[in-house]
Structures are given as structure tokens and as C-alpha cells.
């Protein structure tokens, strides 16, 4: 094995072969990134919608549980062979990486819905009746007040998320989107040793996880250490 | 002039759980009102009921001579323009300094001049004694400080009524006094007060009169002599006797 990776190492180490690299990694960051951030703003409107005590947004309430419950349930594999294909049953031809995309905003909305809806219950309701008092609207309260003070609720799980989302994205390579995990398999293919193909795979998956863990992180504790009084103050005023 | 008037009001939390059951009074502008009574007699519930925290069941609020309609929203806004509330807990917003507190309602929903507000709310910071904390968070202040932000909060949205729940009760003993001292600087200032307390000394030197509740009616109300030292109802003689021994 050792000798194969000797061998073959004049042959995989090249810069083209860098560039593939280097494209499929981004791609695969792109796809995350994108989904991500669109899910976490679609996230944040269901959550306001769905939160909402207006009675006559009720069915709209009752349609954005549905949609949360049911994506959350759906295996990210199946959805994406389902959105490749109504899409082209649908006549758009959607390019792979936006099949992927899709795939991950519909899958990403449902799930950090959740994360901040968790989030913003978790923020002390007298904030909400105190704001209520001074005439605060509902969208004026959430931008002002609770927002800002859930995300010390929502950073945590939301980067959790995001990370886990980065490895889920190697099941696009199932539909030829060229991203990791698909170029571990064309170099496997071309007769490099699994070992080396995966391998790379395996440490630019890492690469790419980790320093956003060590970020998450970093963003964790300064958001704890700026309301840590203050979370310590409200937990003892429910006791 | 008569400002708030309170008629048969009812309150509820379900239907096998009253609250507040035909409650009546009038408050004069200009007048400082004290709820007492026995923790859950409904005190704090009138405060709530009063700035739509809680609807009523039955029974009529009226503020300067307007019927407030608590299902419509926009009748709920004008009545909360008029008064402010100080909560037992503070509620400060967790998230902005000491002057944003006291700046946000003003400047956001009442749409004043930024130059204006951040004066009045530096004004009303350095009276409540804070001229040196416009930058400090909520946490960093101790809970004296806090409730005299709120309370500055409160007086930067200019109410007529200003509510205060029990705004001692989650103090230290050391730091009731000076939360007491800020609110005998604001009897002076002619905004109407309705405060509910337990401190019955600071009740007695401040209020115009009292009212004396117990199981979410109102028991008596008289002034402070007359509620301390000749209360008419067995409750209320005995309300204050076992306060006074203790």
C-alpha cells in the first residue's frame, strides 16, 4: 500500500489535480453556504409567521408545522432525486448544483426553523411583555429585543448544524454534482488508490469542518460571556 | 379631574379561577394611589389589567373619560401612550446598554428626535442618580441600579399614569432604599402613580390614599391615616396589625 502511494504520488499530487481539488471543495463550501444562509432566512420568516397568534393566519400557521414536521422527515438523498427530476418533469432544467441547492434549503429551512424557534422561546417572556407595554409591535419586538438576544441560543446549534450540513452534501455526488466527494470517486475511478483518493476527500472534509468548529466556538463564548448575567439573573427571577 | 376610573372589573385566568372580582375606583390626575394587600389578592393583576397584559372579563376602564376597548389594538396603543410600568423584575432588555434602554421606546415607536430623546434620557438617568452608568449593560448593574433604570425608562415615554409593581421586592434590603428615594423624586413630579408595595412605611409617607385589597376585591380604600390607624373592615385592622408586629 505504501509502495502504491509512492508510486502514484508523482501522478495525483500535480497542480491541475489541486485545481479539481480546489473546485470541488468550493463547490461543496457554495452548497452549504448557500443553503445555509437562504434556510436560515426562510427559517427566520416561518418562525415569525409560525409564531404568530393572529387567528386568521392560522391555516398559513398549520401549512409551515406541516412543511417543518415533513422535512425534517425526509431523507436528504430521496429529496434531492425528487427535486432533480419534478424539475425536469416541470421543464426547468436546473443545473446539478442547483438541484443540490434547492435541495438543502428546502431540508435547511425546516430544520433551523426549529433551532430558532428553540431559540427565540428561549429568550425570558418578560422581555416580550415588557416591550408589549411600551407599545412595541410584534415585528418591532423580535428585531429590537428578542432577536438579538436569542442568538446566543440559536449560534451553537445553528454551526452544529452547518457543519453536519458540509458532510450531508457528499449524498449530492450521487446526482454528478462535482463536489468532494464525487471527485474522491472520479480520482478512484482513474485508477489512484482509495486510499489516496479518499483520503483527500477525508482531510478537506476536515479542513473545512474544523475551522468553522473552532469559530462556532469562538462565537459561543463570546456571546455567553456578553449575556451570561443576564441569563443567570432571569433563570433565578423563575425561581 | 378624574383620570383612570376602574368599574365592576372582572379578570380571570380561567373561569374556575377569578382574580379579580367587581373591583371599582377612581384616581384623580395628579394623585398617588397604594395597592396593599396579601401576596396574590390581585394587586399586581389591576397593574396588568391595566396595560392590556391581561383582558378583562367583565367591567369598564376608563382613562381620561375614554372607554378602553381591550380587543381593539389600536384602542390598547393609545391607553398604553398614556401610561408607563415598572415591573417587579426590572425587564430591562438584556441586550442594550443602560441609555438604549432608557432611549428605545421614544426614539423606535414614538418616532421623537434622537437629539431629544438621548437628552431627556440622559436627564432622567442622572436624576435616578445613573449619570455615570449610560454605557453599562443590565448585568453589570446591581439590582438597585436596574430598577432605577427602569424606572427612568418608564418616565422617558412622558406617561401620564406610571405603574409601579412591587418594584422592592426583588431588591436586596440594602438597595430598597434607594429605589424608595427615586420614587419620592417622582411623587413630586405630578404624574399620576398607582404603586403596589409592601414597604407600608414608604406607603404611608407617600400616598394621597390606599387601598386595601384581599382575595381579589377591593377591601377599603381611605387615606393613609385612616387606612393605617382606623380602618374600618375587620380584614384591613388585621392586614395592618400583623404587618406592624412583624
Known amino acids: 500500500m505504501i509502495q502504491q502511494f509512492i508510486d502514484q504520488a508523482p501522478i495525483f499530487f500535480t497542480l491541475n489535480n489541486g485545481l479539481y481539488w480546489l473546485r470541488a471543495l468550493m463547490t461543496t463550501l457554495s452548497m452549504a453556504l448557500i443553503g445555509c444562509v437562504v434556510g436560515f432566512i426562510f427559517g427566520f420568516v416561518l418562525v415569525y409567521f409560525r409564531t404568530s397568534t393572529i387567528s386568521w393566519l392560522l391555516p398559513l400557521r398549520a401549512l409551515l408545522i406541516a412543511y417543518v414536521e415533513i422535512f425534517r422527515r425526509i431523507p436528504f438523498l430521496v429529496l434531492t432525486f425528487l427535486i432533480l427530476f419534478a424539475s425536469r418533469g416541470f421543464g426547468f432544467q436546473l443545473s446539478l448544483f442547483w438541484v443540490a441547492c434547492v435541495t438543502i434549503v428546502l431540508i435547511a429551512t425546516a430544520y433551523i426553523a426549529e433551532i430558532i424557534r428553540a431559540g427565540i422561546e428561549a429568550v425570558h417572556r418578560n422581555q416580550w411583555e415588557c416591550a408589549d407595554v411600551m407599545n412595541f409591535s410584534r415585528a418591532r419586538t423580535m428585531l429590537y429585543v428578542i432577536v438579538p438576544q436569542s442568538w446566543v441560543f440559536i449560534v451553537p446549534p445553528a454551526f452544529s448544524y452547518f457543519i453536519m450540513f458540509i458532510k450531508e452534501t457528499s449524498l449530492t455526488s450521487q446526482i454528478g454534482t462535482m463536489e468532494l466527494m464525487s471527485a474522491g470517486k472520479y480520482f478512484n475511478s482513474i485508477g489512484i488508490s482509495p486510499l489516496m483518493a479518499y483520503g483527500t476527500c477525508l482531510l478537506l472534509y476536515f479542513a473545512l469542518s474544523y475551522p468553522l468548529t473552532l469559530l462556532g466556538r469562538r462565537i459561543e463564548v463570546r456571546l455567553k460571556n456578553r449575556f451570561k448575567g443576564n441569563m443567570e439573573a432571569l433563570s433565578a427571577s423563575d425561581q | ?246
Not at chain 2, 125 to 131: A, D, F, Q, V
Not at chain 2, 136 to 157: F, I, M, N
Open chain 2, 1 to 246: 379631574m378624574t383620570q383612570l376610573e376602574i368599574n365592576g372589573l372582572f379578570a380571570e385566568y380561567s373561569p374556575s379561577l377569578p382574580i379579580l372580582e367587581d373591583v371599582s375606583f377612581k384616581i384623580e390626575t395628579g394623585e398617588i394611589i397604594s395597592i396593599i394587600g396579601p401576596s396574590g389578592s390581585g394587586k399586581s393583576t389591576i397593574l396588568r389589567v391595566l396595560v392590556g397584559l391581561l383582558h378583562p372579563s367583565k367591567g369598564h376602564v376608563i382613562v381620561n373619560g375614554t372607554e378602553v376597548n381591550y380587543k381593539s389594538p389600536s384602542a390598547l396603543k393609545s391607553m398604553r401612550d398614556t401610561m408607563a410600568m415598572v415591573f417587579q423584575q426590572f425587564n430591562l432588555f438584556q441586550n442594550m446598554s443602560v441609555l438604549r434602554n432608557v432611549m428605545i421606546a421614544p426614539l423606535k415607536i414614538k418616532k421623537e428626535p434622537e437629539v431629544e430623546v438621548e437628552a431627556r434620557a440622559k436627564e432622567y438617568l442622572e436624576i435616578m442618580g445613573l449619570g455615570d452608568k449610560f454605557d453599562a449593560y443590565p448585568d453589570q448593574l446591581s439590582g438597585g441600579q436596574q430598577q432605577r433604570v427602569a424606572l427612568a425608562r418608564a418616565l422617558a415615554l412622558r406617561p401620564k399614569i406610571l405603574l409601579l409593581d412591587e418594584v422592592t421586592s426583588a431588591l436586596d434590603p440594602e438597595m430598597v432604599n434607594e429605589v424608595l428615594d427615586a420614587i419620592r423624586v417622582l411623587s413630586t413630579k405630578g404624574i399620576t402613580l398607582i404603586i403596589v408595595s409592601h414597604e407600608m412605611a414608604f406607603v404611608r409617607e407617600v400616598s394621597d390614599r390606599v387601598i386595601m385589597m384581599d382575595d381579589g376585591k377591593v377591601v377599603e380604600i381611605g387615606t393613609p391615616d385612616e387606612i393605617f390607624t382606623a380602618a374600618k373592615t375587620q380584614r384591613c385592622r388585621d392586614f395592618i396589625s400583623n404587618i406592624i408586629q412583624h
